[in-house]
């Protein structure tokens, strides 16, 4: 899975990146995680509320920072 | 609603402590923890039921729902969804790019920025726990009327040139990013964020109340109004100057402006104080200013800032 992580480098963006690396630990497996913080990126994901996680191009979370088992959740 | 606690305060103070009656210590003390604790139920309570109902909208949500409309009802319709989405400066950026991607008028972007930080849960959970319904249906209601008519005026004014950053238009219809979730989930999330938000600001609910009890229990009653002038007629704008730097300390603030306006401070001049801290916000500026010229936010400034004093004006004359 490609999973993206969009920001413009808010606080929240930042712990966004990190609980999804524990995350991404915790359910094994190769997985790649991408912070995105071009704006003109992130726009083209339709996502106006930072930070924004988008897996394998969809999105999944908007404005919200999620804990590490949400995030599992949405991995699944 | 809170008699029961004053009384139990008052009998605690009073009774088991048993400090004097009418001492200035005593009505400090009483003040203190009667204060202390309303302020934490309501700010809870209501920051929860505030959050809740956002669980149901989201940024992405009001962009589609605005696109296309026409500008006056765009306006409306953008102050309205302030009070209801939840919003973070960190944000504002994505927010206006996306919103003028969308093609949506910068006037009513601008109503929806102003609407947004001025509407928010701490502001509208203080002030009601402060100063009660009537006060904070005042300053919700003209708070949209600064908004609406603020991104109006801004609308009309032609500042598109002054967006620094090149967004092409999207073509087309939108689709909204909706994110299905139950009522348990809202209820998780929503309470998680109360929880989250009360650890930030009880401290600066505790040090306000704190400062504000020893002016209620040791500084004159009409202190204020024989020091500063309570109606002198720079006292409003000298208010909304002070209020931009205070941003993030809103939930100190607004304890310290209950107990200056017992000591005299006009309630125009209050709310124009209380507008100012939450819509002009110095971070929120310093974010703009990445995408747009420093001419197009002294604007936002000067038009939200004349708007705020206005109201306090009106407010301190009709009251």
């Known amino acids: 899975m490609k999973i993206e992580i969009l920001g413009t480098g808010c606080a929240k963006c930042t712990a966004l990146e990190e609980n999804a690396k524990v995350a991404i630990s915790k359910i094994g497996g190769f997985h790649q995680v991408v912070k995105v913080d071009d704006i003109m990126k992130i726009m083209e994901y339709g996502v106006v509320s930072t930070p924004g996680l988008v897996v394998d191009g969809v999105v999944k979370s908007t404005g919200k920072l999620l804990n590490p088992i949400e995030i599992e959740e949405l991995l699944k | ?319």
């Open chain 2, 1 to 319: 609603m809170f008699d029961w606690w004053d009384k139990l305060t008052a009998l605690f103070v009073y009774n088991i402590l048993g400090l004097e009656q009418k001492s200035a210590m005593a009505e400090a003390l009483h003040f203190f923890l009667y204060d202390t604790i309303k302020i934490w139920i309501l700010l809870i309570t209501i920051i929860f039921v505030v959050s809740y109902l956002r669980t149901h909208f989201n940024t992405e949500y009001v962009r589609a729902y605005l696109q296309g409309k026409s500008e006056f009802t765009g306006n409306v319709l953008a102050a309205l969804f302030g009070i209801v989405t939840p919003f973070c400066t960190c944000s504002a950026i994505p927010l206006f790019l996306g919103f003028i991607q969308a093609r949506i008028p910068i006037g009513v972007t601008f109503s929806f920025l102003i609407s947004a930080p001025l509407n928010n849960e701490i502001a509208i959970a203080l002030l009601f726990g402060i100063f009660g319904w009537k006060v904070t249906a005042i300053y919700i209601g003209f708070g949209l009327l600064v908004a609406i008519l603020g991104g109006y005026i801004i609308g009309k004014m032609k500042m598109e040139k002054y967006i620094l950053m090149d967004v092409k238009p999207m073509e087309g219809e939108l689709e909204d990013v909706q994110i299905k979730l139950t009522f348990k989930d809202r209820v998780k999330e929503a309470w998680e964020y109360t929880i989250d938000i009360f650890k930030k600001i009880y401290i600066y609910v505790l040090i306000g109340v704190g400062i504000g009890a020893f002016i209620h229990g040791y500084v004159p009653a009409d202190f204020i109004a024989t020091y500063t002038g309570g109606d002198t007629w720079y006292s409003v704008p000298l208010a909304v100057i002070m209020g931009i730097p205070m941003y993030s300390n809103a939930a100190g603030v607004m304890p310290l402006v209950e107990v200056l306006t017992s000591k005299g401070m006009l309630l125009g001049t209050a709310l124009a104080f209380m507008m100012a801290v939450t819509a002009l916000s110095l971070p929120e500026a310093m974010i703009l200013k990445r995408i747009l010229h420093t001419k197009l936010i002294a604007l936002f400034f000067t038009i939200v800032g004349i708007g705020i004093i206005c109201i306090g004006y009106i407010f301190n004359t009709i009251l």
